[in-house]
């Protein structure tokens, strides 16, 4: 079964130094349809205007992803860490028992454009963590490329959940399938672009929900960039 969430059906906020888009139910956002899906719990796509960001603030027992997509964010954490993402690179924060962070757009004339991924652990009270990668174009290009799963095999960030992310750049005829294992559930969200999620048309911002079924089928993109999610039920 394939259910689509189409991108003006999210939840909204205008924080004027912030604009957000919740496709799950996040701070004044509450929708008991959209709470989550499987284990993954948050993708809220932020905006954040030149010269502004997030403040220091914490997160406990939580796998955060933060995937840029255009601009650059600003991290720094209590655990030490500072950096820049930009796009084609991807964060992981682990934060296990407790960890303060704050994500800044210093750039004076560019909005920092990016999704925010909250994953629920396997474990609680595990130890802070942190990791930052990038993946280029090639390695993404027509294919779905894994960028987070619990062993980090090929490369991937380590996450602590039992879910597996997967990066894909689609264009004309590039196509890419990626098999569903029996009683997993698969989340495709488009980042940009429009493409064809097993058949069915999608653009920037759509999602694709898909229980028992046992692929997923990426095909037909027009500038298209979109994320796999393998989750637990």
């Not at 130094?17 to 284990?39: E, I, T, V």
């Not at 603030?57 to 796998?63: A, V």
């Not at 799963?149 to 750049?169: E, F, K, M, N, Y």
């Not at 294992?181 to 940009?192: D, E, F, T």
Request: some cysteine; hydrophobic content about 40%.
């Amino acid at each position: 079964m394939i259910t689509i969430r189409k991108s003006e059906s999210r939840g909204y906020a205008d924080h004027g130094w912030l604009r957000s888009y919740h496709s799950f139910s996040f701070a004044d956002y509450h929708d008991p349809a959209f709470m989550g899906f499987g284990n993954l719990r948050v993708i809220n796509e932020d905006r954040i205007a030149p010269g502004t960001g997030f403040g220091t603030h914490g997160h406990r027992d939580m796998e955060i992803v933060s995937y840029v997509l255009d601009g650059a964010l600003a991290h720094k954490d209590s655990m030490g860490h500072g950096a820049a993402i930009t796009p084609g690179e991807v964060q992981r924060m682990s934060a296990g028992t407790g960890v303060l962070h704050s994500e800044f757009n210093h750039a004076t004339d560019r909005e920092t454009h990016f999704l925010q991924i909250w994953i629920l652990p396997s474990d609680r009270g595990i130890a802070p963590g942190y990791e930052q990668k990038r993946f280029c174009d090639a390695d993404k290009r027509g294919r779905l490329r894994l960028v987070a799963s619990p062993d980090g095999r090929d490369g991937a960030l380590t996450i602590h959940a039992d879910a597996a992310i997967h990066a894909g750049l689609f264009d004309g005829d590039e196509a890419a399938t990626l098999p569903v294992a029996p009683g997993r559930l698969a989340y495709v969200h488009v980042a940009r672009g429009e493409v064809e999620v097993n058949g069915r048309a999608l653009a920037a911002g759509d999602a694709a929900m898909l229980r028992d079924e046992a692929r997923v089928e990426i095909a037909r993109g027009r500038g298209a960039e979109v994320l796999v999610f393998d989750l637990a039920r």
